[in-house]
């Protein structure tokens, strides 16, 4: 008996002490990048890596690092629905908490949840976030902020300068100064500065592409190219006033090795999520490609640094449904060609941008012709509009109506006029969309380095927090 007991005992402390070894053997380890592709599921990596093999010639880095990479299928469910939204899945990935869609790291409750760049702060690591949405956004406001609500952007702003986040690199930079009406410029109805307050604490700021270009030493940078989002990389985006994710990724990397610190930054492609609301396939593209090559240069980074460095690259959630499939002409079933395929180079911007420039055509037709039927202006403005940019695509009259009206199938609603767009085009594209929303779908992890073999197989959004964690405490 007493020896069974000695037995027992043994076993106890063995597994104990296995368990505690494992938890710290993973702590403090110095890099941690974490790349999110805001509503990237496997269709748009699918797309990325035929159109980089078959029209560029070249392969993309999210498929061809995967043969190294340990493989997670992530559950990305909220608390309230499984079909999540950025800010609830980003909480999990932040906090290792679930909690309801549009919250940011506090549960429905109104319970404030500890994020991993709280942790982290107090670990000594500098913090970053970078993104090609507003810095406020869904996808990086709970890594350092919590709100009922993810729009309480002027709140979400502030919290990020008492937590003292390091790196600031994205849009959004309405939320960070006072409004000027007289200007004509947006910012924030309390008339607070944060640009000001931040330059006080020690933060560089900049505004100005050119600027960012130069910098070769921050060890505090808020950088802000625009008042909202970045815009969309095809066709719509100045490269001269602001940067694609990738640059912005590769001069945060830059900017951090020179300090020597340790540090754990949050890279999201945002915009993918955003083009996929609009089943605008060929933004979608260029997005996701815009999104590979920051994991490019991620991943080179993690090669170079392999000892202290973990990667993990992921989603937060699938959004839009888009397929590559075929269609029924005559009794003859029409199925893409990889030639096809060179065909989302006909699409010369985006939907956001195609549908403001018909707007302005209708509302030019209508100042010249003040007496002409509102129905007929749409007509020749849309007939204007294919004309002079969206060369070659075809509308039938249903889809003219359908683009005045806003009337399409529920599924379609979350932005009608886009998705007649995203229709119309696929006979040219073969791209179908399923809806205009989130969905449920599981997303990909890719993990490299230190704790990713815990996030190996099917796993929950929430895992990838645990792994976090466990790296900086
Ligand atoms: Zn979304």
Avoid at 365 to 372: F, H, L, S, V
């Amino acid at each position: 008996m007493l020896k069974e007991k000695q037995t027992l005992l043994r076993i106890i402390v063995t597994v104990l002490l296995v368990l505690s070894l494992s938890t710290s053997a993973l702590a403090g380890q110095k890099n941690i990048l974490i790349a999110i592709g805001d509503g990237m599921g496997i269709e748009q990596i699918g797309l990325l890596h035929m159109y980089n093999e078959q029209v560029l010639d070249t392969k993309a880095n999210l498929t061809s690092i995967m043969k190294d990479a340990v493989i997670g299928i992530v559950n990305t469910g909220a608390l309230d629905t499984p079909v999540t939204d950025s800010a609830a899945a980003a909480t999990a990935i932040a906090t290792g908490q679930k909690t309801n869609t549009n919250m940011v790291s506090m549960k429905p409750d109104g319970k404030s949840l500890t994020t991993i760049f709280e942790t982290a702060k107090k670990k000594g690591y500098l913090t970053a976030i970078i993104t090609t949405d507003t810095v406020v956004g869904g996808t990086p406001a709970p890594f350092a902020a919590k709100a009922k609500h993810r729009t309480e952007y002027d709140s979400i702003a502030e919290q990020y300068l008492n937590l003292g986040v390091d790196y600031i690199i994205g849009g959004g930079r309405m939320y960070f100064i006072p409004e000027d009406k007289e200007k004509k410029q947006a910012g924030r109805k309390d008339g607070k500065d944060l640009l000001k307050d931040a330059k006080e604490k020690g933060y560089t700021v900049v505004t100005k592409l050119e600027d960012f270009e130069k910098l070769e030493k921050a060890d505090k940078l808020i950088a802000l190219f625009s008042d909202k989002e970045i815009n969309f990389a095809n066709g719509d985006r100045d490269p001269t006033t602001q940067p694609s994710l990738s640059e912005m990724t590769e001069k945060f990397i830059g900017l951090v090795s020179k300090t020597g610190k340790p540090f754990i930054a949050m890279i999201e492609g945002a915009r993918i999520d955003h083009a996929n609301h609009k089943n605008d396939a060929t933004a979608s593209l260029e997005e996701t490609r815009d999104f590979d090559d920051a994991v490019g240069i991620a991943y080179k980074f993690y090669q170079n640094n392999k000892d202290n460095t973990t990667l993990i690259v992921t989603s937060d959630h699938s959004n839009g449904g888009m397929v590559l499939t075929c269609y029924k002409e005559k009794d003859k079933t029409v199925c893409p060609k990889y030639d096809d395929l060179h065909n989302f180079k006909r699409v010369p911007f985006s939907f956001e941008k195609a549908l403001k420039t018909l707007d302005s055509i209708h509302k030019g037709i209508k100042a010249g012709n003040p007496n002409m039927p509102d129905e007929e202006a749409y007509n020749k403005a849309v007939e204007q509009l294919l004309e002079e940019h969206l060369v070659g695509l075809k509308v039938t009259d249903e889809d003219i109506k359908a683009l005045r009206t806003k009337k399409v199938p529920l599924a379609y609603q979350y932005d009608a006029q886009a998705s007649v767009l995203g229709k119309a085009y696929f006979p040219i594209l073969f791209t179908s969309w399923a809806t205009t929303y989130h969905n449920a779908t599981p997303v990909v992890s890719l993990s490299f380095g230190k704790g990713s073999e815990r996030l190996k197989g099917f796993i929950d959004n929430t895992d990838i927090a645990k792994v976090l964690f466990s790296l900086v405490e």
